[in-house]
């Protein structure tokens, strides 16, 4: 409510202090009798601005039905009229009140179907807030307490943003009124009054930092100073904004806008490079209370709100943030087969749980998450932060811990790993994140794709977080411009090399593979649930002369920096392969091992072959089988072994991802040439099947049948189905039970959609004997109204 504007009495006694109540109170007729003391008008002014700085509780409030309270903080002198008895002109609360100009109401048009939310493409966000995008002109009415008389009234926007906003420092920003808009800056125009109430245009600046921004109104006459109290129903929530030309995340593809900003739903890739498989992920960005979870989010990094204009340190806090190492981020990694004390990272169908349950709990860390996860929330973030990203997977994805830019493998003396030196690591596949934007920061050219990490692996400065760090820069081996390109450098080029041990306990380089690091590098294609392979934005074309290249400039930068030195001769050559799509769960693995000798002389290998269950990770879990043989190679001869891991030597060690690897080493006799190679394969899980059931329409009840068969021999123990879809139904857990050994079995799953137009409806499975098993169905609800035509 409005403040009540004292009388001159009032005013004056405040100034005074002729009591102990300040004459706070209501005018008595003890008081009214008083003989008035002499007007000071500027003392009084600054006590009461002294007073509503230190006690606004005291002040009174009027009785009037303003929706916008306004705080009258100065009022000019009267107008000097003739005194009657040396006494100054009573002027009553009414009078000043005609006089002031004050705010009752304020109106953001912010309905999700109005112009401001359309024309920002911020229609999609489950809220009734204010979300609109920076660099773009937004609508708003004010009412007054009178008509705006633009020769004698004065009017400008105040919005402030975090703990200690700071005009300096762009998070107290003063919006002045103007008669014409100009680009590039905050301005507010007026461009329509009707009576009372005045429509005005405001632009905002294309940097402006992101986040939620408190909105106040100040009105300036002849009569005085007025401000409108903060309510937080005004708030403006601004965004990054890929529709503005000046904005560093502009992206020009409208198709592209489309499946980078706007798109919930996801495809995220995993197996391995032979094996590639598939999952749904519900980003549900627009979801609502995700705003919110989001902006929380950048508020506990502690990071200052002033540098949360760029989005390179947006995606490099995201980075930090979404792991719980440092900052007690969003999920907490969990590699151990062991989820007891939360939920499997196989579990997950989408972030909106994650991020709403991390919400809620004040910031307790959400359990448990792998690379995935991480990929699938920062992408939710950025998206709802305006900010055009995608979840990305490589495959053969190098884990480089020393800096050498190499995948390096030591041996000892018998071509044994040497467990304690061979920290690095190629894991199956790991997701990431690629960020859409300008890079001002960088020598031209490296704008565009940036890579984010948030899977905590190595610090950066002292933080797990990673990125972002330029494609291009990658692609060329420029590992000397920032954030971390050395790191995704070896995830995707690195040469892995074989070192051994030699008596004297130095090591020898014998071997090296420059194809092994960096395969079938995949995202969701624009527009459709394909698989998009990216390899050729992140490398050139494996075995090019510009591939090379990259890899010695990148290496040049390393910690071993020495380690390319001339090719020698090579004549036999060993290669695994796997027909078709692989090996299924509870079924026997066929691999087939080729050698081949290219020289004209007979050749003796002496081969040595080792199959782990690996996570997926390139961490090893156990070995199940070991092999040695001697091959014999006649002049030009190609030989293939064909090599089977039954399902028995497997069944009791998998973990997540069924994941297994071979490693080949061997010597050639004659020439004491090294062969060494690895091959990961993935044990397939079957689907689960969705059927719906009945006619989808916005409000009225409908169905989904899950069908799952246990690819086993063994019981199935404690299965729980995970079911949820965007404006279909929220996620629900069903603990089911038992499934019985090859056995098949459905359950029936009731909803009501909520929201029209095309749906997908995710369904995950989990037990401690069977994970990765997942299914989804494309559902388009109908709205009510259409439904009944």
Same mark, same amino acid.
């Given at each position: 409510?409005?403040?009540?504007?004292?009388?001159?009495?009032?005013?004056?006694?405040?100034?005074?202090?002729?009591?102990?109540?300040?004459?706070?109170?209501?005018?008595?007729?003890?008081?009214?009798?008083?003989?008035?003391?002499?007007?000071?008008?500027?003392?009084?002014?600054?006590?009461?601005?002294?007073?509503?700085?230190?006690?606004?509780?005291?002040?009174?409030?009027?009785?009037?039905?303003?929706?916008?309270?306004?705080?009258?903080?100065?009022?000019?002198?009267?107008?000097?009229?003739?005194? $009657?008895?040396?006494?100054? %002109?009573?002027?009553? #609360?009414? +009078?000043? =009140?005609?006089?002031?100009?004050? !705010?009752?109401?304020? /109106?953001?048009?912010?309905?999700?179907?109005?112009?401001?939310?359309?024309?920002?493409?911020?229609?999609?966000?489950?809220?009734?807030?204010?979300?609109?995008?920076?660099?773009?002109?937004?609508?708003?009415?004010?009412?007054?307490?009178?008509?705006?008389?633009?020769?004698?009234?004065?009017?400008?926007?105040?919005?402030?943003?975090?703990?200690?906003?700071?005009?300096?420092?762009? $998070?107290?920003?003063?919006? %002045?009124?103007?008669? #014409?808009? +100009?680009? =590039?800056?905050?301005?507010?125009? !007026?461009?329509?009054? /009707?009576?009372?109430?005045?429509?005005?245009?405001?632009?905002?600046?294309?940097?402006?930092?992101?986040?939620?921004?408190?909105?106040?109104?100040?009105?300036?006459?002849?009569?005085?100073?007025?401000?409108?109290?903060?309510?937080?129903?005004?708030?403006?929530?601004?965004?990054?904004?890929?529709?503005?030309?000046?904005?560093?995340?502009?992206?020009?593809?409208?198709?592209?806008?489309?499946?980078?900003?706007?798109?919930?739903?996801?495809?995220?890739?995993?197996?391995?490079?032979?094996?590639?498989?598939?999952?749904?992920?519900?980003?549900?960005?627009?979801?609502?209370?995700?705003?919110?979870?989001?902006?929380?989010?950048?508020?506990?990094?502690?990071?200052?709100?002033?540098?949360?204009?760029?989005?390179?340190?947006?995606?490099?806090?995201?980075?930090?943030?979404?792991?719980?190492?440092?900052?007690?981020?969003?999920?907490?990694?969990?590699?151990?087969?062991?989820?007891?004390?939360?939920?499997?990272?196989?579990?997950?169908?989408?972030?909106?749980?994650?991020?709403?349950?991390?919400?809620?709990?004040?910031?307790?860390?959400?359990?448990?998450?792998?690379?995935?996860?991480?990929?699938?929330?920062?992408?939710?973030?950025?998206?709802?932060?305006?900010?055009?990203?995608?979840?990305?997977?490589?495959?053969?994805?190098?884990?480089?811990?020393?800096?050498?830019?190499?995948?390096?493998?030591?041996?000892?003396?018998?071509?044994?790993?040497?467990?304690?030196?061979?920290?690095?690591?190629?894991?199956?596949?790991?997701?990431?994140?690629?960020?859409?934007?300008?890079?001002?920061?960088?020598?031209?050219?490296?704008?565009?794709?940036?890579?984010?990490?948030?899977?905590?692996?190595?610090?950066?400065?002292?933080?797990?977080?990673?990125?972002?760090?330029?494609?291009?820069?990658?692609?060329?081996?420029?590992?000397?411009?920032?954030?971390?390109?050395?790191?995704?450098?070896?995830?995707?080029?690195?040469?892995?090399?074989?070192?051994?041990?030699?008596?004297?306990?130095?090591?020898?380089?014998?071997?090296?593979?420059?194809?092994?690091?960096?395969?079938?590098?995949?995202?969701?294609?624009?527009?459709?649930?394909?698989?998009?392979?990216?390899?050729?934005?992140?490398?050139?074309?494996?075995?090019?002369?510009?591939?090379?290249?990259?890899?010695?400039?990148?290496?040049?930068?390393?910690?071993?920096?020495?380690?390319?030195?001339?090719?020698?001769?090579?004549?036999?050559?060993?290669?695994?392969?796997?027909?078709?799509?692989?090996?299924?769960?509870?079924?026997?693995?066929?691999?087939?091992?080729?050698?081949?000798?290219?020289?004209?002389?007979?050749?003796?290998?002496?081969?040595?072959?080792?199959?782990?269950?690996?996570?997926?990770?390139?961490?090893?879990?156990?070995?199940?089988?070991?092999?040695?043989?001697?091959?014999?190679?006649?002049?030009?001869?190609?030989?293939?072994?064909?090599?089977?891991?039954?399902?028995?030597?497997?069944?009791?060690?998998?973990?997540?991802?069924?994941?297994?690897?071979?490693?080949?080493?061997?010597?050639?006799?004659?020439?004491?040439?090294?062969?060494?190679?690895?091959?990961?394969?993935?044990?397939?899980?079957?689907?689960?099947?969705?059927?719906?059931?009945?006619?989808?329409?916005?409000?009225?009840?409908?169905?989904?049948?899950?069908?799952?068969?246990?690819?086993?021999?063994?019981?199935?123990?404690?299965?729980?189905?995970?079911?949820?879809?965007?404006?279909?139904?929220?996620?629900?857990?069903?603990?089911?039970?038992?499934?019985?050994?090859?056995?098949?079995?459905?359950?029936?799953?009731?909803?009501?959609?909520?929201?029209?137009?095309?749906?997908?409806?995710?369904?995950?499975?989990?037990?401690?004997?069977?994970?990765?098993?997942?299914?989804?169905?494309?559902?388009?609800?109908?709205?009510?109204?259409?439904?009944?035509?």
């Amino acid at each position: 409510m409005p403040v009540e504007t004292r009388s001159i009495r009032d005013r004056s006694a405040v100034g005074r202090f002729p009591s102990v109540t300040l004459g706070f109170g209501e005018d008595t007729e003890e008081e009214k009798e008083e003989p008035e003391p002499e007007y000071n008008a500027e003392k009084d002014n600054a006590c009461r601005w002294w007073l509503r700085k230190v006690c606004p509780c005291c002040c009174p409030k009027s009785n009037d039905d303003d929706i916008t309270d306004t705080v009258v903080t100065a009022i000019d002198d009267l107008d000097k009229g003739e005194e $009657t008895n040396g006494e100054k %002109p009573v002027t009553g #609360d009414g +009078e000043l =009140d005609e006089l002031l100009l004050k !705010v009752q109401s304020i /109106d953001l048009m912010k309905s999700k179907s109005g112009q401001n939310r359309t024309e920002h493409h911020t229609n999609l966000y489950q809220s009734d807030d204010f979300v609109i995008r920076r660099g773009q002109t937004f609508q708003m009415w004010i009412t007054l307490s009178r008509p705006f008389n633009p020769d004698t009234d004065k009017l400008h926007l105040e919005l402030k943003t975090g703990p200690l906003p700071t005009v300096a420092k762009g $998070t107290h920003v003063i919006i %002045p009124l103007v008669e #014409d808009l +100009e680009d =590039d800056r905050w301005e507010a125009a !007026v461009v329509k009054q /009707d009576d009372k109430r005045i429509k005005l245009s405001v632009n905002s600046l294309p940097t402006a930092a992101i986040g939620r921004y408190q909105l106040i109104v100040e009105t300036n006459c002849a009569s005085g100073k007025a401000v409108s109290t903060h309510n937080p129903a005004n708030d403006i929530y601004m965004l990054f904004n890929p529709w503005c030309e000046d904005d560093t995340v502009f992206m020009d593809s409208d198709d592209e806008r489309q499946e980078y900003v706007l798109n919930s739903v996801g495809r995220i890739y995993y197996g391995t490079q032979n094996q590639i498989g598939v999952r749904t992920w519900n980003y549900g960005q627009f979801h609502d209370g995700i705003l919110a979870a989001c902006l929380y989010v950048l508020e506990k990094s502690g990071t200052p709100p002033s540098g949360w204009g760029d989005p390179v340190n947006v995606v490099r806090v995201i980075s930090a943030m979404i792991n719980s190492p440092d900052d007690l981020g969003v999920v907490e990694g969990n590699w151990s087969g062991d989820y007891s004390l939360g939920t499997s990272p196989t579990f997950w169908s989408g972030s909106v749980e994650i991020l709403n349950e991390y919400y809620k709990n004040s910031g307790t860390p959400v359990k448990y998450g792998q690379c995935w996860i991480f990929a699938g929330v920062v992408t939710t973030v950025l998206r709802c932060l305006g900010i055009p990203s995608r979840t990305v997977t490589n495959f053969s994805s190098a884990h480089d811990t020393d800096v050498s830019l190499t995948t390096d493998v030591y041996l000892d003396e018998n071509l044994d790993p040497i467990a304690y030196l061979n920290t690095d690591s190629i894991w199956n596949f790991h997701v990431w994140n690629d960020s859409w934007m300008a890079r001002p920061d960088l020598p031209p050219g490296n704008g565009g794709w940036q890579a984010v990490d948030a899977t905590p692996q190595e610090t950066s400065q002292g933080t797990f977080r990673c990125g972002p760090a330029s494609l291009a820069a990658v692609r060329n081996g420029h590992v000397y411009l920032k954030h971390d390109s050395p790191f995704v450098f070896a995830e995707v080029n690195s040469d892995k090399i074989y070192w051994q041990r030699n008596v004297d306990g130095t090591f020898t380089q014998i071997y090296s593979e420059k194809k092994t690091v960096g395969h079938f590098i995949s995202t969701k294609a624009v527009g459709s649930d394909e698989r998009n392979d990216i390899t050729h934005l992140y490398k050139h074309p494996e075995g090019s002369e510009e591939e090379r290249i990259a890899v010695e400039t990148a290496c040049r930068y390393g910690t071993k920096a020495q380690t390319f030195s001339s090719p020698t001769a090579e004549d036999v050559s060993v290669e695994v392969t796997m027909e078709g799509e692989g090996p299924k769960m509870g079924g026997d693995a066929e691999l087939s091992l080729i050698l081949r000798n290219s020289s004209s002389e007979q050749r003796k290998v002496f081969l040595h072959s080792q199959v782990a269950v690996m996570y997926y990770t390139g961490v090893h879990k156990a070995t199940v089988r070991k092999d040695r043989t001697d091959v014999d190679l006649l002049p030009n001869e190609e030989k293939v072994l064909e090599w089977t891991l039954e399902y028995k030597d497997y069944k009791d060690q998998l973990i997540d991802q069924a994941a297994l690897m071979m490693t080949l080493t061997g010597r050639v006799k004659e020439t004491q040439q090294v062969l060494a190679t690895q091959f990961s394969f993935r044990l397939r899980t079957p689907d689960l099947i969705l059927k719906p059931i009945g006619k989808p329409v916005v409000g009225e009840k409908m169905a989904v049948e899950i069908s799952f068969t246990n690819p086993l021999p063994q019981v199935l123990k404690a299965v729980i189905f995970h079911v949820e879809g965007l404006g279909l139904l929220t996620a629900q857990k069903i603990n089911y039970g038992d499934i019985g050994s090859r056995a098949t079995v459905s359950l029936t799953e009731h909803f009501v959609p909520t929201l029209p137009g095309p749906r997908k409806l995710l369904a995950s499975l989990d037990c401690r004997q069977l994970t990765q098993v997942h299914g989804v169905t494309n559902i388009t609800v109908e709205d009510k109204s259409n439904a009944t035509l």
